[in-house]
């Protein structure tokens, strides 16, 4: 069965970069659609940015277009998402999730297989 487990996260200055990783065991994470996925205290979770199996097209939510970049590095069986330019509202709980094949959307209601989350603070 497949596990997830994310590190990467911190406390970063506005303006900072982190790296986000996704490890998987268990299964090989090229078989899945990968999504990062974030939750802000009082807010609902919301989709980041997803990398689907096959062909690694990849898409990302408005806010962090241009400054965030999802990426799989197979050899590791890891997912990478890269955040730079970081600003004080992506402070959040982040996680990855997996679904089995090619899926289009990036919500969270559709992914069933979660890590523990990694939690990222943008402050000065």
């Given at each position: 069965q497949l596990q997830l487990v994310e590190s990467g996260g911190g406390l970063v200055q506005p303006g900072g970069s982190l790296r986000l990783s996704c490890v998987g065991s268990g299964s090989t994470l090229d078989y899945y659609t990968i999504g990062w996925f974030?939750?802000?205290?009082?807010?609902?979770?919301?989709?980041?940015?997803?990398?689907?199996?096959?062909?690694?097209?990849?898409?990302?939510?408005?806010?962090?277009k241009g400054r965030f970049t999802i990426s799989r590095d197979n050899a590791k069986n890891?997912?990478?998402?890269?955040?730079?330019?970081?600003?004080?509202?992506?402070?959040?709980?982040?996680?990855?999730?997996?679904?089995?094949?090619?899926?289009?959307?990036c919500v969270p209601e559709q992914f069933g297989s979660w890590g523990q989350g990694t939690q990222v603070t943008v402050s000065s």
């Open positions: 974030r939750q802000a205290p009082g807010k609902e979770r919301e989709g980041v940015s997803c990398i689907r199996n096959g062909d690694s097209s990849t898409n990302y939510a408005d806010a962090v890891t997912v990478i998402l890269q955040m730079n330019s970081l600003k004080p509202e992506d402070t959040a709980i982040y996680y990855c999730a997996a679904r089995l094949g090619w899926f289009r959307l």
